[in-house]
């Protein structure tokens, strides 16, 4: 969906799709920066937007729409909206298209310093059919490898297969009619260990969110090792205030590249680290949301970090709204 805005002080026009699953292509933290109390919102659901309807007051179009791969309809909405205002926008769909998994991996392929899983979309009738062994091969792709159904976040319907024998069964769990195959990037550490760094992108500049450390292959936040393990949280802490340390200089660079190519006003980067400095990509788009941490004090280390990144947002909405007019 996409939203207009207009003041209190600014009114704003939020662009979304209709629908509210999982597999929504509205996955934005940045519209849900929009107070009330300083934006007067209006909500268009794209896929069903009369180019005939006028479009309310407003001094800010932002693009709520944020997966390229599950909301191609609604982001051509989007486009036609766009088509009837010329105030600022947040993450225009052009941009958003180009940040599929399969888009993603190509376009940053040839990134210094950053190493990119091969990925390929095939049907579930190619993948439970006696060829499948046979297309994997010539694409390139050997197991262990991923699978993962299109438009789910959070880890859900996401498969690590340890070999062609227990592809049927992987299949047989996972829902859609199509899937992303995508090469297993091995990224634990010396210690045994998987990270996965999030970097926010926000108007042009790049914030650390959190590292997730964790004994498994498949590393979200919530479910790491950091709540039971201060030596986690202590690593985690230090990315927030030492991020260019941590990384060092060849990834530092890579990141600002990745952020050059992809020209969001708002998104993150998940990605690990190798033992050479080099980015491991997992992925790079605007569906990654910015959680506010527990009430437990063992999180105010990441409060500073998290409110940062907030005002961030808030200021680059504020500032475009401003210039508008």
């Known amino acids: 969906m996409n ?19 999982r597999r929504s292509g509205t996955r934005s933290a940045s519209s849900g920066m929009l107070s009330s109390r300083v934006f007067k919102k209006y909500l268009i659901a794209t896929e069903f937007y009369d180019a005939e309807t006028t479009l309310p007051p407003h001094q800010l179009v932002v693009n709520a729409i944020g997966d390229a791969d599950s909301a191609a309809n609604a982001l051509a909405g989007a486009e036609t909206v766009l088509l009837h205002t010329d105030a600022p926008v947040i993450n225009r769909p052009a941009a958003i298209r180009e940040t599929g998994r399969c888009q993603i991996a190509e376009r940053l392929s040839g990134v210094q310093g950053v190493i990119t899983p091969k990925i390929a979309a095939l049907s579930r009738e190619l993948l439970e059919s006696s060829e499948a ?59 045994g260990k998987s990270r996965k760094y999030r970097v926010m992108m926000i108007n042009g500049e790049l914030y650390p969110l959190h590292v997730a450390v964790s004994h498994n292959w498949k590393i979200h936040y919530f479910s790491a090792d950091m709540e039971s393990s201060s030596e986690h949280r202590a690593e985690d802490a230090d990315f927030l205030t030492n991020m260019s340390d941590v990384l060092g ?32 990509l997992f992925e790079a788009n605007a569906t990654m949301v910015v959680l506010p941490p527990g009430t437990d004090k063992r999180w105010d280390y990441r409060r500073p970090a998290i409110e940062r990144i907030c005002m961030a947002i808030r200021q680059m909405l504020m500032d475009r709204a401003s210039s508008c007019c």
Do not use: C, W
């Open 249 to 280: 200089p060849r990834g530092m660079n890579a990141l600002r590249e990745i952020q050059r190519r992809l020209g969001l006003d708002y998104g993150g980067i998940d990605f690990s680290l190798n033992a050479k400095g080099d980015i491991l």
């Open 3 to 21: 939203a207009l805005a207009a003041p209190r002080i600014s009114g704003a026009t939020v662009l979304k799709s209709p629908s509210r699953n």
């Open 133 to 191: 062994p046979l297309r994997l091969a010539r694409l390139g792709f050997e197991f262990p490898l991923l699978l993962r159904t299109p438009g789910f976040h959070g880890g859900e319907n996401f498969l690590k297969v340890e070999s062609l024998d227990e592809l049927p069964v992987a299949m047989a769990s996972l829902p859609g009619d199509d899937l992303f195959v995508i090469e297993y990037l091995d990224a634990r550490a010396s210690d």
